[in-house]
């Protein structure tokens, strides 16, 4: 891999940067490491007011953030403005909850003699971040602005096709106020990670990517005996109920699929329908998709961007060819896509059955399964039929009847009556093959700290 910004709308090669040296990812580490010792002991109110800072900078500089988006991965300028605000409401949802989400808690004792008992919140030292390209900004704001809260200092991985969104982040951290070293972007190649890991300094690795990424990953961490998290893959089940309000229904499931080209790992992968209303659903679901509008993504006009790179959608035209060699069948839809850039013509995925080889797999762009079946009962076996365990989301008009379903799909996040609602404030994490552990809000800040035991004993207690 070269760290390359491409514009995906046309294709060209805008710049390219050289990979980190190993002696540049030693001083990193050594850097990172030194803050550490300062940061860890810095107060809570400096911490906060460094991730405030940085909320106010994207937010004041929205445009120009927003367009290195759409330069480097082709996301619609649209999305790329709600993502800059995403990544600063995350960053200002830790500068206002602070050392809140950090209090000691005292542990209740059956005895005097067992002492006073608490437990303390301490970051654990430097950790390595290894993000994805499909939210530039947001992947690495989930990790960083906790972690540096929690006291944490962070070394980032980014994907090598979003080169200067990474960098913005040291800029953006560097104004904001944070110390020197305390967050640092290498363009790290992939035949260091190991040795960034395997450094004694280096205490965690929180990865969000591809399965076979993750299992790396955790596994380098694993042999070093460290701490990870993997927010992988998904295959969302989209399930819709015979009740359910079907143009609402059908407008949140093109937007669920088609959002950021369909590269989102809590897409709507799989929209399963019941036969009652699967024929009206398909229907209007052909009609919504049709309706889309490829072009420039700085055009406020589009509405499907081009995929974040021509080997994404090579990619993607790969498996859909497989599914049809399968069994399956595909029908695009829509005006024909422009023939330069990294365009993808939306298509349909019908008569996927589990005997597919490709039926288990996970299709990153607007790519739509549509399965159906008889009832609620076969919705909620078909959705927990899958390898992944991300989000889903269940449309139905009786909610009380939406949570219950809910409750029986086997993932880490299920929406009644929305795609995927990602916000500050909701946490977010997968099951399954979509990986362990959680980003965002108290859970997402717990994920590094050593959770430390203190117990003051009096020493002249009877036992
Ligand atoms: P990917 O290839 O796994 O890349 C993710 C990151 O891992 C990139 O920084 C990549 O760097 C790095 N990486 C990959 N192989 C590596 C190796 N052997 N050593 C070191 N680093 C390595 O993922 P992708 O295909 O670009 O992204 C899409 C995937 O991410 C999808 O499966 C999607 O569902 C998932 N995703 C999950 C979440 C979630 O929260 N659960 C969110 C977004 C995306 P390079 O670019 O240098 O290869």
């Known amino acids: 891999m070269t760290y390359q910004t491409i514009n995906p709308f046309t294709n060209e090669v805008v710049s390219t940067f050289p990979n980190a040296t190993k002696d540049e990812v030693d001083n990193a580490i050594s ?24 909320a106010e900078l994207l937010r004041a500089e929205k445009r120009r953030y927003a367009e290195l988006l759409t330069l480097e991965m082709g996301k619609v300028i649209a999305e790329a403005e709600a993502e800059v605000d995403l990544s ?52 690495v704001v989930r990790v960083a602005a906790p972690q540096l809260l929690a006291g944490n200092t962070i070394l980032l991985k980014h994907a090598s096709n979003v080169p200067q969104a990474a960098a913005a982040f040291d800029d953006l951290f560097e104004r904001a106020g944070l110390p020197a070293g305390a967050f640092k972007n290498l363009y790290l190649p992939h035949d260091l990670t190991e040795y960034v890991i395997n450094d004694p300094r280096v205490r965690g690795v929180a990865l969000t990517g591809s399965e076979e990424a993750g299992a790396i990953i955790a596994g380098y961490a694993a042999k070093a005996v460290k701490k990870s998290t993997l927010e992988l893959g998904g295959s969302d089940a989209f ?25 989102v790992c809590v897409s709507a992968k799989r929209m399963i329908v019941v036969d009652e209303v699967f024929d009206e659903f398909l229907a209007k679901y052909r009609h919504g998709v049709a309706a889309l509008t490829m072009g420039d993504p700085m055009d406020a006009a589009t509405t499907l961007a081009p995929m974040s790179s021509q080997g994404a959608a090579d990619t993607l035209a790969g498996q859909v060819e497989e599914a049809v060699a399968g069994g399956a069948t595909a029908e695009t839809l829509g005006e024909k896509a422009p023939t330069s850039g990294a365009f993808f013509q939306p298509t349909i995925l019908t008569g996927m059955n ?25 919705a909620i076996a078909v959705a927990n039929d899958s390898p992944f365990g991300l989000g889903g989301s269940v449309f139905t008009a009786d909610t009380v009847r939406g949570e219950k379903v809910a409750r029986q799909i086997d993932t880490g996040m299920v929406y009644v009556n929305h795609p995927t609602m990602v916000k500050a404030d909701i946490p977010f994490g997968g099951v399954k093959h979509s990986g362990y552990g959680h980003e965002l809000t108290n859970l997402g800040i717990q994920e590094f700290i050593n959770k430390k035991v203190i117990d003051v004993v009096d020493i002249n207690a009877a036992f």
């Open 88 to 139: 600063a409401d995350i960053l200002q949802y830790y500068a206002d909850h602070g050392a809140s989400l950090l209090e000691t808690i005292k542990v209740p004792v059956a005895l005097a003699a067992e002492g006073e008992v608490e437990i303390v919140s301490e970051p654990l030292g430097v950790l390595l971040s290894v993000e994805p390209w499909n939210f530039p900004y947001y992947q």
């Open 354 to 378: 589990p005997t597919n080889p490709s039926y288990y797999e996970e299709f990153f762009g607007p790519v739509s399964i549509i399965i159906r079946v008889k009832d609620e009962a076969e």
């Open 239 to 263: 399930v819709v109920l015979a009740d359910a309000d079907m143009d609402k229904t059908v407008e949140w499931a093109v937007f669920g699929r088609h959002w950021n080209a369909g590269q």
């Open 31 to 54: 850097a990172a490491h030194e803050a550490f010792l300062a940061w860890r002991d810095t107060p809570y109110t400096t911490r906060t007011a460094v991730l405030g800072k940085a």
